[in-house]
T-cell receptor, first 118, second 110 residues
Framework: DAGVTQSPTHLIKTRGQQVTLRCSPKSGHDTVSWYQQALGQGPQFIFQYYEEEERQRGNFPDRFSGHQFPNYSSELNVNALLLGDSALYLC?????????????????FGPGTRLTVT | KQEVTQIPAALSVPEGENLVLNCSFTDSAIYNLQWFRQDPGKGLTSLLLIQSSQREQTSGRLNASLDKSSGRSTLYIAASQPGDSATYLCAVNTGNQFYFGTGTSLTVIP
């Protein structure tokens, strides 16, 4: 059973550019959440997608946007990159309570994408 | 807004010691609490999940407790090993968002 996968592993971009990160959820999961983890900090919640809609959003500017596809995979897009966007971007998948066997609502994380903005 | 604090920020112990990591949160209206392990530059590995109605969960040498009313959780690691060296993070799920602490960096000295 494949776990959560993310691509690419590492990425280097220049200020002002745009970037797209990708995530495939664990088999059977329908919900994808994205997090930003700066060095030495805990992950910060960006947003969550369910049924191709943004279900919840953390305190991140509109430069951060996302998408979920019918196969439940997801993309995170960041526009007009700033130096401060350099971080490890983590994707987590889960089942929402009430959907399938999603009674537990446990998150499973991917290995992350390391984004460096120069 | 939910705030999650982890104490201590760093911990160094000799191999074989039992240790306790602490996590506190400001709003007791949580759905569940999850403990994770993170190795340097890597993703998060789930260790234990405690539902809001539960008091504790155990997995091998790990035991996590939850006191929702006081906003506290502890992760107990028995007979620590060098392979336990990592950062340990707790996260609370409010049903709308997941809030993480900044973690405890654990070093187990052989």
């Amino acid at each position: 059973d494949a776990g959560v996968t993310q691509s690419p592993t590492h990425l280097i971009k220049t200020r002002g550019q745009q970037v797209t990160l990708r995530c495939s959820p664990k088999s059977g999961h329908d919900t994808v959440s994205w997090y930003q983890q700066a060095l030495g900090q805990g992950p910060q919640f960006i947003f969550q997608y369910y049924e191709e809609e943004e279900r919840q959003r953390g305190n991140f500017p509109d430069r951060f946007s996302g998408h979920q596809f019918p196969n439940y995979s997801s993309e995170l897009n960041v526009n007009a990159l700033l130096l401060g966007d350099s971080a490890l971007y983590l994707c987590a998948s889960s089942l929402l309570p009430g959907t399938g066997t999603g009674l537990i609502y446990e998150q499973y994380f991917g290995p992350g994408t390391r984004l460096t903005v120069t | 807004k939910q705030e999650v604090t982890q104490i201590p920020a760093a911990l160094s112990v000799p191999e074989g010691e039992n240790l306790v990591l602490n996590c506190s949160f400001t709003d007791s209206a949580i759905y569940n609490l999850q403990w994770f392990r993170q190795d340097p530059g890597k993703g998060l590995t789930s260790l234990l999940l405690i539902q809001s109605s539960q008091r504790e969960q155990t997995s091998g040498r790990l035991n996590a407790s939850l006191d929702k009313s006081s906003g506290r959780s502890t992760l107990y690691i028995a007979a620590s090993q060098p392979g336990d060296s990592a950062t340990y993070l707790c996260a609370v799920n409010t049903g709308n968002q997941f809030y993480f602490g900044t973690g405890t960096s654990l070093t187990v000295i052989p």
